[in-house]
C-alpha cells in the first residue's frame, strides 16, 4: 500500500489536524525505546534522542497499519457498491463495470471476493491511484459487522468466574460453561470518573498465524448455563455456508482477515455503540450499585474517527499486569474498551485477558498526587484524542503491507506532537491470571514457536507492587546491576517526562555486530526464511582495530526478559532511525575516502538481514524517498523547472544517491541464499533467467530442491520486491535530472556529475582491501556473487513488472532495471561477467518471433517507452538469429507479394479483352514493367565464369530486386540438371566466395596459420569489386545461407560499427601478433629496455605486390595509406619509406600498440573495407544489424565448422529404411571414424555447404535414403540430392565395400545429376 509522495493521502481537508491527533495519541501509548544501563560505555556516544514521532519505529507501523485498514475499507465499497458517477471509468469501480454492461445483468462481488481484491489492491504500491476519484469516503459501518451477534456471556457461579481465562502460551481459552465452540467475549470493566484508559489487546503479528481459528471465524452462538450469571459481553457470527474447496473463501474468509473490516474505524464505532448498549444492561443485571460518571459515559467517543488500532507490545502488557494486581475497586463496563475484546478473542490462543475487576483510576491514583494525562497541545478540544484510543499491537507485519510515511519525514513537527516535558503516566496492563486465580509466570523467549514477536513481547519476568516501578525497570534501568532492582520509592512523574525516544545516530561495523550479536543471543530476531538463517564468526573476521563491544554482565544467570525487551526495541528502532534516513545511511557507510569497500558493505548486509530483514527493506525503502527529491540546481529560483517543485527538498549529489543506491543494493544481495560455488551460483541465475523455480532438466541444470526454494523466497518476498522496484525506479529518475540540467541553460558552464550508474559500478570493480578480514576465496567468491546477483535482482523486478508485450516502460522499474543492465553489460570484461549472464531467456520464451521483431522496425524508442528488442543481450543466440531471419523473411515476402500483384494486373492488362487492343503497346508496357514485376531474383551462371557471371548480373540492381527470393541456375549451359531448393545455391556461393578470395586475384591475402582472409592493403582491385564481393555475402545471408569463408572477428565488429582497439580483438586472425604485442606491454624494463630488447620503430609495416612498404604512425594527424596507381611511371609506395622513425620505448610503447591495431584494421585497408560493407549492407535491414553481436554474426555468415557426429546422427532422418538396418549403422561406424577434413567433405556433397549453420544440426537436412541393392564388388556410387538434402546410399554386401565406395564418392564429388 504504498503511497505516492505528492498525492493526497485523503481528499478530506482536515487529513493533516487528523493525523496530528493520531500522532499525538499514538505519542502517549506506545513503549519508548531507550538504551539498557548494561549498554557498553562506547554505543553511548552515538545515542541519540528522537523528537519527531514519525521517526518512532512504533508509531510508523501503527500508521502502517492504520492506512491498510482504511484502504481495504474503501476498496471493499468500491468493489461492491461503486462511487455512483454515471461516466465512472475506473476498472475496479462497480458503478464503472455497470455502466460497461448496459442493460446486461451485472454480478456483485461478494463479501469473500471483495475483500480478497480489497487486500490484493490495498497491497500494492501506490495504491492510492487505484482508487475511484469519484468515491466518496464510507460514512457508515460496512456490511462486515452485520453477521456479528452481541449480547451477554453468562457464567457458572464459582470462586474464580471474576478471574478471566488466560490463552496465551501453554493455555487454551474455555469457553462458558455449558456452551460449545469458541466465544469473544470482552470482561467488564468500570466507567471511572475521568477519561477511561484504553485496553489493550494481545494481537498476533505474524502473517503465517493470520489464518485464525477454524473455518467459522468467531464462534458460533452457545446456549448460556441456567445457573449462570450475566458477565461480560459475547460476539459470535452468524453461521454461514462455506465451499470448504475454495482456496479464497478459507484463506479470506478467516477471521485473520475479517479483522481488517472490523477495525476501519467506522466499523469500530458501530460495534462500541452496540457494546455500550450491552454494557448497559449488564450493569443493572449485576446489580452494582455503581452509578457511571458522566465522563466514563463520554469516553467510547474520546478517540478520533479514523484512529488507528494500537496494539500493544507486551512490555505495556508486563507493566499493566503488575500494576493491577493492587487495584480492587468494580464497576460497570466502558462502551470503547468493550469492543476491544473482539481483537483478543479472535485468536484465543494468544489473547491477553483483562481482569474483569480492572478499573483506569483517575489520575491522582496513577502515579502521585501531581500526575496527569499526556495529551496533546494542538488545540485543546483536541486533547481528548490521547487518552482513550482502542489499542492493540505495535509490531511489524510482514507481508505486502506497505508504510504510509514515505521517506523520511522533517524533524520539525508540530508542537503539540512533541512529548511536553511533563508527567508520564504510561498505560498499564492487568495481571494474567489462570481460571483458578493464580497469576500466569512470565512467557519465555521460546515459549511461542510461531512468531518471533511473541518471544520478544513476553512480561518482564519480575513481579512488580506498582506500575510505576515497572515503568523504571523500562526506562531507567540501574546501571550498577546486571539485574535491575526495583524499589517500593514510585518515582515521581517529572522526571520520567524528560525521557524521550532514543536511537543510534548512525551505525558502524562495531554497532552492527553488537546489535546483531545481542539480538541473536537473546532469540529476539525476527523470524525469516532467508538463509542462513544467522550469521556469526563477527570476533574471528574483525581486525584488530575493532574491538567487540559487549553487554555488562557480572553473572552468569539467564538474562532478564525485561532487559532482552529493552534491547530489542532499541535495535529496531536504531535500525530504523539509521536505515530510513539517507543522510544518516552516508553517515554510517562512507567516508572521506567514499563508500566503505563493498565486502565489508555486504557482511554488514548480511548480519542485519538475519537478524530483521523485514525492518532492513522497509527502512531502506523509506530512504529512497529522498533520492526523487531534484537536485539544487532545479530548485533554483534561476531554473524555469523551479515552479514545477512546491519548495527547496533535501537533495542529493549523483555520488551521494549512488552511494545510497548501492546500500541498497548490497542490502537484496546479501538476502540471497549463501552460495559458495561459482558454477552453482551461475546455475541458479540460469534458472531465474528461464523463468523457474525448479529446474526440471534440459537447458538448465539441475540443482537441489532446497536451494531452488530458497532462491524462490527471496526473490519472491514482498517487502524485497518493493525495495527492489524503488531502487531501480531512481535510476531513471536521476537520469532525467541529468537531462534537465543539461537543458537548462544557465548551467553550461557548471560541473557535469558523473551518471549515477558509473558511479555505482565504479564502486563494484573497487579493488579497495577489505576492512574486515576475508580470505582469498572469499573476496574471490564476492567478486562474481554481486554483480550477478544484482542481474538476478533486477530480473526479478522485469519479470513482476511485464505485462506481456515487447513494449515497456522507460521511466519506471522495468526501466531501471535495463538501463543497470546495459550500463553493466558495457562493463562485462571488468565485473567478471559473460554474454550468457545477461540473458533473459522467459521473455523469448513468450513473444512472438514473427510479428514482434517485424514491429520493431517501426518502432521509436522514448523516454516513456523502450522496447526490448533495444537491449538484444536478453535474448539467446537462437532467439536473436530467429529474429534477424524473421525481418529478412518478411521484407522478402513483401517484395515477392508487391511483385506479384503487379504481374497480376499486367496480366489483366496484356489479357485479349483487355481494355488495351495494340499489340505493341501491350509489348511495350510489358517491358518497361518485366523488372518491377519480377517475383525472384534469378541468377544464371556458368561453372567457367562463376565469379564474373555473377558481378554482371548483380550489378547495378535496384534494392527491389535483391530484396526477392534468389533462384540460381548452375552449369545448365553444360547440361547439368539442378533444381534450385537451396542445394544450386550453396554450390553456387561456395564457388564464388572461393574464387573471389583467391589470393591471385590481389583483393585478399589468407594467413597461413588460422586460414583467415583479409582485405590486401593497397589492392590493385578497384572498389567497385569489393562492395561487389560485400554484395555476395549479403545475398547469402539475406536468404539464410553460410559461406565456406574465415573471416576474424575483427571485421563483423567493424560491420556492426563497434571498435577494435583492444588485443583480444585481432587475437583470432593475427595470433601471433597479439602474442608480440603483449609480450611489449608485458615487458619488465628492470630485464632491459624496451628500444634495446625489441629493437621497433613507431611505424606501420606491410607487403604490397612483393614489396615491403611502412608509415610511420602520426596520431595528430589523419593518416592514409598509399594505393595502387595505374600509372607506370609513378613511384613505388615503397619509395615513400621513412628512414628515422623513433623507436619504441616503455612510454610510448601502450601508444605504438593501440596506433599499430588501429593502422592495421583500419588505415591501411579503409577503401576496400568501405566499399565492402555499402555492399553487405544492401540487402540488410541496418536496424536488424543491431540485434547481432560481432560472434553472432559471424556464426550467421560462416556456420561452425565443427561437425558433431553424434548430433548429426539424432538429427538424421531415414526413407527406405530405419536407424537399426545393418547398412545405416555401418555407415555411422565410418562416419564416426573420419577426421575433421572427411566429415566436412560428407556435409558438403549431401548439403553443399561444409559449415553447421547458427542453431546447429537441428537447422540441417540430412536425409539417408535406400537406393537399391549392390551384390557384387562393383556397382554404383553414393549420389546426393543437395537441393533436399539426400544422401542416397545403396545396399552394399559388407562394411568394407561400403566404406571403400563412399570415400571414392566424397573425393571426386562435383556437379549436379541425378542417379
Known amino acids: 500500500m504504498t503511497r505516492e509522495v505528492s498525492r493526497p493521502a485523503d481528499n478530506c481537508p482536515g487529513r493533516n489536524s487528523l493525523e496530528d491527533d493520531i500522532l499525538a495519541a499514538l505519542w502517549e501509548h506506545v513503549p519508548f525505546p531507550r538504551l539498557p544501563a548494561d549498554a557498553p560505555s562506547e554505543i553511548k556516544d552515538l545515542v541519540v534522542d528522537v523528537e519527531n514521532p514519525r521517526r518512532v519505529y512504533a508509531i510508523h507501523h501503527a500508521f502502517r497499519r492504520h492506512d491498510l485498514q482504511l484502504l481495504v475499507e474503501k476498496f471493499i465499497v468500491q468493489l461492491r457498491y461503486g462511487c455512483g458517477f454515471g461516466a465512472c471509468t475506473t476498472p475496479s469501480c462497480f458503478s464503472c463495470r455497470k455502466r460497461l454492461a448496459g442493460k446486461a445483468p451485472i454480478r456483485r462481488y461478494n463479501p469473500t471476493s471483495a475483500r480478497t481484491l480489497a487486500v490484493f489492491l490495498a497491497s500494492q504500491d501506490d495504491a492510492d491511484s487505484r482508487l475511484c476519484p469519484h468515491l466518496r469516503p464510507p460514512t457508515s459501518p460496512s456490511d462486515a459487522v452485520k453477521p456479528l451477534i452481541f449480547g451477554p456471556r453468562y457464567t457458572a457461579r464459582s470462586n474464580d468466574t471474576t478471574n478471566p481465562t488466560f490463552a496465551g502460551s501453554g493455555a487454551r481459552t474455555k469457553p462458558a ?165 473482539l481483537s483478543q478473542r ?116 519480575e513481579e512488580t507492587s506498582s506500575s510505576a516501578e515497572t515503568t523504571r525497570s523500562l526506562d531507567t534501568p540501574d546501571e550498577g546491576q546486571d539485574t535491575p532492582a526495583f524499589s517500593d520509592k514510585v518515582e515521581s512523574a517529572s522526571e520520567l517526562d524528560i525521557y524521550l525516544p532514543q536511537s543510534l545516530s548512525r ?169 559458495t560455488d561459482p558454477r552453482r551460483l551461475n546455475d541458479m541465475s540460469r534458472i531465474r533467467a528461464h523463468g523457474l523455480s525448479l529446474a526440471g532438466g534440459g537447458a538448465v541444470a539441475r540443482q537441489p530442491v532446497s536451494l531452488c526454494l530458497q532462491y524462490e523466497d527471496v526473490f519472491t518476498d514482498d517487502m524485497a520486491l518493493r525495495l527492489a522496484r524503488r531502487l531501480l525506479r531512481v535510476i531513471p529518475t536521476r537520469r532525467h535530472f541529468d537531462e534537465l540540467i543539461e537543458l537548462d541553460l544557465d548551467s553550461e558552464d557548471r560541473f557535469k556529475e558523473p551518471d549515477v550508474i558509473e558511479i555505482l559500478l565504479s564502486h563494484l570493480e573497487s579493488s579497495t582491501q577489505p576492512a574486515l578480514n576475508f580470505s582469498k576465496s572469499e573476496r574471490s567468491m564476492h567478486e562474481k556473487r554481486l554483480p550477478i546477483l544484482l542481474l538476478d535482482w533486477a530480473r526479478a523486478v522485469m519479470l513482476h513488472e511485464w505485462e506481456g508485450k515487447p513494449e515497456v516502460s522507460g521511466d519506471g522499474p522495468f526501466g531501471g532495471a535495463l538501463s543497470l543492465i546495459a550500463a553493466m553489460y558495457q562493463k562485462r570484461q571488468s565485473l567478471l561477467l559473460g554474454d550468457v549472464h545477461f540473458r533473459a531467456e522467459y521473455f523469448g520464451d513468450r513473444l512472438d518471433p ?233 615487458w619488465n624494463e628492470k630485464d632491459g629496455s624496451v628500444e634495446d630488447v625489441f629493437v621497433l620503430t613507431y611505424e606501420f609495416s606491410t607487403s604490397m605486390l612483393g614489396q615491403p612498404v611502412s608509415r610511420e604512425m602520426d596520431p595528430s594527424r589523419r593518416a592514409s595509406w598509399p594505393q595502387f596507381s595505374n600509372h607506370p611511371d609513378a613511384d613505388p609506395a615503397s619509395a615513400s619509406n621513412p628512414s628515422d622513425a623513433p623507436l619504441v620505448t616503455g612510454d610510448n610503447r601502450n601508444a605504438y600498440v593501440s596506433d599499430y591495431i588501429r593502422y592495421l584494421t583500419d588505415v591501411s585497408v579503409a577503401p576496400q573495407f568501405a566499399a565492402f560493407a555499402r555492399g553487405f549492407r544492401a540487402c540488410l535491414h541496418p536496424k536488424s544489424l543491431k540485434l547481432l553481436t560481432p560472434s553472432l554474426l559471424q556464426n550467421i555468415v560462416e556456420g561452425t565448422q565443427e561437425i558433431d557426429v553424434a548430433e548429426l546422427r539424432r538429427a538424421a532422418r531415414y526413407v527406405g529404411w530405419d536407424a537399426s538396418h545393418r547398412t545405416v549403422r555401418d555407415f555411422w561406424s565410418i562416419v564416426k571414424r573420419y577426421d575433421d577434413r572427411m566429415r566436412r567433405k560428407l556435409l558438403e556433397f549431401v548439403t553443399a555447404s561444409d559449415r553447421v549453420p547458427v542453431g546447429g544440426m537441428a537447422n540441417i537436412q540430412f536425409v539417408v535414403q535406400k537406393n537399391g541393392e549392390e551384390e557384387g564388388e562393383g556397382g554404383h556410387l553414393p549420389t546426393a540430392y543437395t537441393c533436399y538434402g539426400t544422401l542416397l546410399l545403396p545396399e552394399y554386401r559388407d562394411k568394407d565395400v561400403l566404406r571403400e565406395r563412399l570415400a571414392m564418392a566424397l573425393e571426386n564429388a562435383q556437379g549436379f545429376g541425378f542417379a
Open 850 to 1082: 514473427i510479428q514482434m521483431p517485424v514491429a520493431w522496425l517501426s518502432f521509436t524508442s522514448t523516454r516513456q517507452k523502450v522496447h526490448l528488442l533495444d537491449y538484444p543481450y536478453i535474448f539467446s543466440p537462437t532467439s536473436l538469429v530467429s529474429y534477424f531471419r524473421a525481418i529478412n523473411f518478411s521484407r522478402m515476402s513483401r517484395s515477392y507479394e508487391e511483385a506479384n500483384s503487379l504481374q497480376s494486373r499486367i496480366n489483366a492488362i496484356i489479357a485479349p479483352d483487355s481494355l488495351v487492343p495494340e499489340t505493341h503497346q501491350k509489348n511495350v508496357l510489358q517491358d518497361l514493367l518485366k523488372v518491377p514485376s519480377a517475383k525472384y531474383l534469378i541468377l544464371d551462371i556458368s561453372r567457367k565464369n562463376v565469379l564474373p557471371d555473377a558481378f554482371e548480373q548483380l550489378w547495378r540492381r535496384q534494392e527491389r530486386e535483391l530484396l526477392r527470393p534468389l533462384k540460381v541456375h548452375l552449369g545448365e549451359d553444360s547440361g547439368e540438371e539442378g533444381f534450385d531448393s537451396g542445394g544450386v545455391q550453396q554450390e553456387f556461393f561456395r564457388l564464388a566466395i572461393a574464387e573471389a578470395l583467391n589470393p591471385d586475384y590481389g583483393a585478399f591475402t589468407i594467413d597461413e596459420r588460422t586460414r583467415m582472409a583479409w582485405f590486401q592493403p593497397g589492392s590493385v582491385q578497384p572498389d567497385w569489386k569489393f562492395e561487389l564481393i560485400g554484395l555476395v555475402i549479403s545475398l547469402a545471408v539475406y536468404n539464410g545461407l553460410t559461406l565456406p569463408i574465415t573471416f576474424p572477428k575483427a571485421l563483423y565488429r567493424k560491420l556492426l560499427g563497434e571498435p577494435v582497439t583492444e588485443l583480444h580483438h585481432i587475437a583470432d586472425g593475427w595470433p601471433d601478433l597479439a602474442n608480440g604485442l603483449t609480450n611489449l606491454l608485458e
Open 346 to 461: 479472535v485468536h484465543p490462543e494468544h489473547q491477553s485477558v483483562s481482569n474483569p475487576n480492572f478499573q483506569s483510576l483517575p489520575p491522582p491514583q496513577r502515579r502521585s498526587s501531581s500526575a496527569r494525562i499526556r495529551t496533546s497541545s494542538v488545540s485543546k478540544a483536541q486533547t481528548k484524542v490521547a487518552p482513550d484510543p482502542l489499542v492493540e499491537s505495535i509490531a511489524d507485519e510482514p507481508g505486502p503491507m506497505s508504510p504510509s510515511i514515505h521517506g523520511p519525514q522533517p524533524e520539525k513537527v508540530s508542537k503539540g506532537l512533541v512529548r511536553p516535558p511533563s508527567t508520564i503516566a504510561r498505560a498499564t496492563s492487568p495481571v494474567m491470571e489462570h481460571e483458578d486465580g493464580k497469576p500466569l509466570e512470565p512467557m519465555s523467549p521460546h515459549s511461542h514457536g510461531d512468531d518471533h514477536y511473541s518471544q520478544v513481547d513476553g512480561a518482564s519476568g
Open 507 to 675: 551505525l558502524n561495523l562495531q554497532a552492527i555486530n553488537f546489535i546483531c550479536d545481542i539480538l541473536q543471543e537473546d532469540a529476539t530476531s525476527e523470524r525469516h526464511l532467508l538463509e542462513p538463517p544467522t550469521i556469526s564468526g563477527s570476533d574471528k573476521r574483525s581486525s584488530n582495530r575493532f574491538k567487540a563491544w559487549k553487554r555488562k554482565r557480572k553473572t552468569q544467570d539467564s538474562y532478564p526478559q525485561n532487559l532482552k525487551l529493552q534491547w530489542k526495541l532499541f535495535a529496531e528502532q536504531s535500525i530504523f532511525h539509521v536505515l530510513s534516513d539517507p543522510q544518516a545511511l552516508l553517515d554510517s557507510f562512507t567516508s572521506s575516502n567514499g563508500l566503505i569497500d563493498s565486502q565489508t558493505l555486504w557482511y554488514c548486509m548480511l548480519r542485519l538481514t538475519r537478524v530483521a530483514p523485514g525492518l532492513v527493506f522497509d527502512s531502506l525503502w523509506i530512504a529512497l524517498a529522498g533520492l526523487f527529491a531534484p537536485p539544487k540546481t532545479l530548485q533554483s529560483m534561476r531554473s524555469p523547472t523551479s515552479k514545477v517543485f512546491a519548495g527547496p527538498k533535501r537533495s542529493f549529489t549523483n555520488a551521494e544517491a549512488a552511494s545510497v543506491i548501492s546500500v541498497c543494493f548490497h542490502a537484496l544481495v546479501a538476502a540471497a541464499p549463501l552460495v
Open 177 to 341: 460453561k455449558g456452551g460449545t465452540g469458541r466465544v469473544a467475549s470482552k470482561r467488564g470493566q468500570a466507567k471511572i470518573a475521568g477519561n477511561s484508559s484504553p485496553t489493550r489487546a494481545s494481537y498476533r503479528r505474524n502473517s503465517q498465524d493470520r489464518s485464525g481459528p477454524p473455518e467459522g471465524g468467531l464462534t458460533k452462538n452457545e446456549a448460556s448455563s441456567s445457573a449462570g450469571s450475566p458477565h461480560g459481553i459475547r460476539i459470535t457470527e452468524k453461521s454461514i455456508s462455506k465451499d470448504y474447496r475454495s482456496f479464497a473463501a478459507n484463506v479470506f474468509g478467516t477471521v485473520a482477515f475479517k479483522m481488517l473490516e472490523w477495525l476501519a474505524p467506522n466499523n469500530m464505532e458501530a460495534m462500541s455503540e452496540k457494546v455500550a448498549a450491552i454494557g448497559g444492561g449488564l450493569d443493572g443485571a449485576k446489580g452494582s450499585g455503581e452509578v457511571p460518571s458522566r465522563s466514563g459515559e463520554q469516553s467510547g467517543r474520546t478517540s478520533p474517527p479514523s484512529a488507528p488500532s494500537i496494539p500493544e507490545s507486551e512490555n505495556q502488557a508486563a507493566i499493566r499486569r503488575n500494576s493491577e494486581a493492587h487495584r480492587h475497586s468494580t464497576s460497570g463496563p466502558s462502551p470503547r474498551n468493550e469492543v476491544s475484546g
